[in-house]
């Protein structure tokens, strides 16, 4: 194997990574990402109290908590970050605030008024959100991570909204440090604004390409698609449908459509209509549904959880035959997708798996129950899904067993599933390069500190 060593009148160069969720220290760690990195740079962890999964220190020359300097405690952080959900997620109120800020920044002072006028919910919210930003600016002012002299990339795992992010970004430019996001999760280009923006971003695909180009101004050579770490488990061959279902004791003959419950959706409606249909052969011919809870939505108590023995029949078929302990981890989700011929799930990525999978799949926009579920429309990750071929929308319970016949409709037809597969690609693209390998590449690329590029870099073998 290649190794790459910096000559003896060079150190190897530093990358500094914060880590903030689970998470992102699983997707990381599996593509293989950390472990290529340690063959060229040195690496180093800022860590936050959340992160329970340690599977990164192998790979960690130094490490430290990523707690705030000072007076300004995680807990006192954690205050403004709450406040930030709060304005931010109920319904439309918050995001306005986004908005404007963005149409500042971006020198669009004609569209704020169009906002103001086309926004449902306007009240405290929209004088508190901006406050709690430029108090956030004055914390980092006064701020210094304290991270090293020698450090020469800050790689940066993307989130929604992330107070952090921002504040290292904010000190990394202070500090003549070159920062790297990378898209992560839900991180979606098209509808946050960014408080501080790295130097240079990586991206999931086209369509986060696009945003990037045209509302944040970023030139070509500063954005790069790399693919998904969340989706390279998909990249290994899959097993047949066969083979698929024998593994997970399902009927082969069935038409199995895979539901994939949300974390605050009515689950038990959408699962006690399908076993109502089911008692009065309302239901499409040879059909049975795998039904898999969110793994935020298993507790009794939490918004989408569902009884499921108030659900037992012929027709439904619990993941995991019930048993908690025995429900699939992520690395099983390839193989419940090749068992399954359709995917019915909220506005997530699970829809956008069961496309890269060619299936075509049913979205679940429940307006009136889930408040939140309004800005799927805005996701750029689920956009796509409106008006496709390979794709069916039910608004509401009303609406659901109508769209499940139409969807099963769609089984069985190539087309669908060629159609649903390259859609996924302009979100997720990826190739016979690795995101590991793209994101060394991209790395490599940035002039840094101390190496500006590989060819300061002497391989031997």
């Known amino acids: 194997m290649n190794q790459i060593i910096p000559p003896p009148d060079r150190r190897r160069p530093v990358v500094m990574i914060p880590l903030l969720r689970d998470v992102f220290v699983r997707d990381l760690v599996q593509t293989g990402f950390l472990a290529a990195l340690t063959e060229s740079y040195e690496l180093r962890f800022f860590v936050s109290r959340y992160v329970t999964d340690r599977s990164f220190e192998p790979f960690a020359s130094a490490m430290r908590p990523l707690t705030l300097p000072g007076k300004w405690s995680d807990l006192a952080y954690d205050k403004v970050r709450r406040l930030n959900n709060l304005t931010k997620w109920e319904g439309y109120t918050g995001i306005i605030s986004t908005d404007i800020l963005a149409d500042l920044r971006r020198k669009q002072p004609d569209k704020i008024l169009a906002r103001v006028l086309n926004y449902r919910k306007l009240g405290l919210?929209?004088?508190?959100?901006?406050?709690?930003?430029?108090?956030?600016?004055?914390?980092?002012?006064?701020?210094?991570?304290?991270?090293?002299?020698?450090?020469?990339?800050?790689?940066?795992?993307?989130?929604?909204?992330?107070?952090?992010?921002?504040?290292?970004?904010?000190w990394a430019r202070k500090n003549a440090i070159p920062t790297l996001g990378l898209q992560m999760g839900l991180?979606?280009?098209?509808?946050?604004?960014?408080?501080?923006?790295?130097?240079?971003?990586?991206?999931?695909?086209?369509?986060?390409?696009?945003?990037?180009?045209l509302l944040e101004h970023y030139p070509?050579?500063?954005?790069?698609?790399?693919?998904?770490?969340?989706?390279?488990?998909?990249?290994?061959?899959?097993?047949?449908?066969?083979?698929?279902?024998?593994?997970?004791?399902?009927?082969?003959?069935?038409?199995?459509?895979?539901?994939?419950?949300?974390?605050?959706?009515?689950?038990?409606?959408?699962?006690?209509?399908?076993?109502?249909?089911?008692?009065?052969?309302a239901l499409p011919p040879n059909i049975q549904i795998l039904y898999k809870p969110h793994p935020a939505a298993m507790k009794p108590g939490s918004a989408g959880y569902v009884d499921l023995k108030e659900f037992a029949c012929d027709v439904i078929r619990i993941v995991g035959n019930d048993h908690p302990s025995s429900w699939p981890k992520l690395a099983d989700y390839p193989v419940l997708l090749a068992a399954a011929d359709a995917l019915i799930s909220p506005y997530s990525t699970m829809s956008l798996?069961?496309?890269?999978?060619?299936?075509?799949?049913?979205?679940?926009?429940?307006?009136?129950?889930?408040?939140?579920?309004?800005?799927?429309?805005?996701?750029?990750?689920?956009?796509?899904?409106?008006?496709?071929?390979?794709?069916?929308?039910?608004?509401?319970?009303?609406?659901?067993?109508?769209?499940?016949?139409?969807?099963?409709?769609?089984?069985?037809?190539?087309e669908v599933a060629a159609l649903a597969r390259s859609t996924a690609r302009q979100i997720a693209y990826w190739d016979e390069k690795s995101f590991s390998d793209r994101?060394?590449?991209?790395?490599?690329?940035?002039?840094?500190?101390?190496?500006?590029t590989e060819a300061q870099l002497t391989p031997i073998r």
């Open 125 to 170: 919210p929209q004088l508190i959100y901006p406050l709690g930003k430029a108090f956030l600016r004055y914390i980092w002012r006064k701020s210094d991570y304290d991270m090293g002299a020698d450090v020469d990339l800050i790689l940066l795992p993307l989130s929604m909204r992330d107070f952090h992010i921002d504040g290292l970004t904010y």
């Open 187 to 213: 991180d979606n280009f098209s509808l946050k604004c960014f408080l501080e923006q790295p130097d240079y971003v990586a991206a999931w695909g086209d369509l986060s390409w696009y945003v990037l180009r």
């Open 220 to 281: 070509t050579n500063k954005v790069r698609i790399v693919g998904a770490p969340r989706f390279e488990i998909y990249r290994d061959t899959p097993p047949s449908k066969q083979d698929a279902r024998k593994r997970l004791n399902l009927d082969p003959d069935k038409k199995l459509i895979l539901f994939c419950g949300g974390a605050n959706m009515p689950n038990d409606q959408y699962l006690g209509l399908v076993r109502d249909a089911a008692a009065s052969g």
């Open 353 to 414: 798996e069961g496309a890269i999978c060619g299936l075509p799949v049913l979205s679940l926009l429940d307006l009136e129950g889930a408040d939140n579920n309004w800005q799927a429309q805005y996701f750029i990750h689920m956009h796509i899904y409106f008006d496709r071929v390979w794709s069916r929308e039910s608004s509401s319970t009303d609406t659901f067993l109508d769209s499940l016949h139409e969807l099963v409709a769609l089984v069985g037809r190539p």
């Open 439 to 452: 994101m060394i590449e991209f790395i490599g690329d940035i002039p840094h500190k101390t190496l500006s």
